[in-house]
């Protein structure tokens, strides 16, 4: 049978350029070379795109964008082609594209600017697609929508440029302190501030608004974040959930990827019965927000049992170590088979 070639574009113009850079490469590592071809497509922090032929450790170390491994590329527009078109000197060369799978996070890669070229140019899709990936990668809209599918979601106020400070003064002494000030559209929690104190929240707003033209503030949540690993389009597939622990703070950009106070528990340390509650609402939320092929559902459990809506990740970080493989590692799926997964789903949704 035909190897097929799997487009991987990792990289991007985003804040979260270096994380995509550690799942790309754990995802080239872990495709089955029996039955597929990676081709790696770099884009660059300034959007320069490059086929990348060198050593797959270059892309885990940024050294990859150099003359000898990297040529510059571009995808074919006509929906019938399906080829990365290569230019490495006067010549053009041409690679068939099978699947593309994105691997990159955050603005211009999870947001559904990228999933919308691909839909144009009709290749095969690995993951949520155009509408499903803005919609999750906004905040406000995407907890609206989980809202009228009833899901409890956070109490939040949506701020934009130029908004008096007023309204979000007047939000904090509704709801209370700590609350969170996130952008409305970002990843791995940049620019989230957990705010104590009413001195505070202007300059969370600000750093807040360096990452977004819309801040949004929500309430602080009594209890701990659930994430849950869901594969599928039709059938879903859920991995085992797992359990966020903090010490102190929230899980912001520095825990999430050193694991300095806090700790992950996979699977997560509460009932069956609640178990099955999350997965189930999990599903809802998936199914709401029009996801498709794989994504992670964050929500949290208060004290009281209830489960919140937090966000969904529609391409969640891929390491080894990272979030999603562990939870479908701990309900018997390798990295590899999760990849296979996701490429059939692609070829065949």
Known sequence: MRKLNILVFFGGCSSEYEVSLESAHAVIQHLDRDKYRPIPLGITMDGRWFYFRGDVKKIRDNTWCNEHDAIPAILSPNRIDHK??????????????DVALPIMHGKNGEDGTLQGLLELFHIPLAGCGALSSALCMDKDRAHKLAAAAGIRVPKSILLNQGDSLNHALSFAMETGWPLYVKPVRSGSSYGITRVQRMEELSDAISLAFHYDSQVILEENIDGFEVGCAILGTK????????EIELSEGFFNYTEKYTLKTSAIHVPARIGRETSENLRETAKVIYRALGCGVFARVDMF???????VFNEVNTIPGFTEHSRYPAMMKAAGYSFSQVLDQIIRLAVRP
């Open 84 to 97: 990365l078109l290569l230019f490495p000197g006067e010549k053009i060369e041409s690679i068939p594209i």
């Open 235 to 242: 059938d879903l597939i859920t991995g085992e959930l797992d």
């Open 301 to 307: 459990l208060t004290r009281e049992g209830e489960i």
